[in-house]
């Protein structure tokens, strides 16, 4: 059965961190909507003034976070001892777990373009107070797929054609697919039944159960065994994404993100307290 458009989002500007400029595609009101999926960001900016102020050390607990760049350079360092430049093309995956505290400071590239998209992942109950994790997949890391009918599909979790993407052993069970489709394709895509799936406009027009959808757009799907995207007259560029629901409450405040009330309250006593790490380096 092919999924039918349940909900089309155009998102909102945004400030975030000292002052970045974020186009939230989804965020705190409409997480209940894209379980296990909390947030998407896209900060696709040519103006380093929408940017360098970055995003400076902050706490994270009880959620995944994963920063995809396109375009430019970002800094990161935090409370495990990592230090990074995440390059164009590659992937932080950072698993907050039980707590982590951590700076993003966008650098751009040499025409001064910071291009990319954080996205937010929940993590259950049982797992909210894990070990954190970070992880650095360069773009060497994510396989390439070049189809024979023009598409190209980017891997970063999942699999396609039998390749399996970096990103793995991930209780959501995700997948994230950077997709380009050649002009007049129709793209389907099998999805898992109870699993949600959205896709987010990158570049160019197309069509989805014959509604327009363009760059911005981010499709929320139905249930169903399989999606589907058209492109118009040029090339068609999206990210894919489904994952595993949690099904639990979320009580959420800034960068943290609780299974109880009483449990968000004690991590930011803990984060007034300077109690909140409890990893060692």
Known sequence: MRREIQHIFYGEPVHEGAGVKVHRAFGYFEASLFDPFLMLDDFRSDNPEDYLKGFPWHPHRGIETITYILKGDVEHSDS???TAITAAGSVQWMTAGSGIIHQEMPQGDANGSMHGFQLWANLSSQDKMVDPEYREITSAEI???KREDGSIIKIIAGEIDGTKGPARGIGIDPEYLDITIPAAFEFTHPTKRGYTAFIYVTAGKGE?????VENRSLILFEDGDELSISSGDAPLS???LTGKPINEEIFWRGPIVMHTAEELEKAFQEYEQGTFIKHSK
């Open 143 to 145: 396989p390439v797929i």
């Open 80 to 82: 495990l001892g990592n």
């Open 208 to 212: 989805i159960n014959g509604q327009k």
């Open 238 to 240: 999206f990210l894919l």
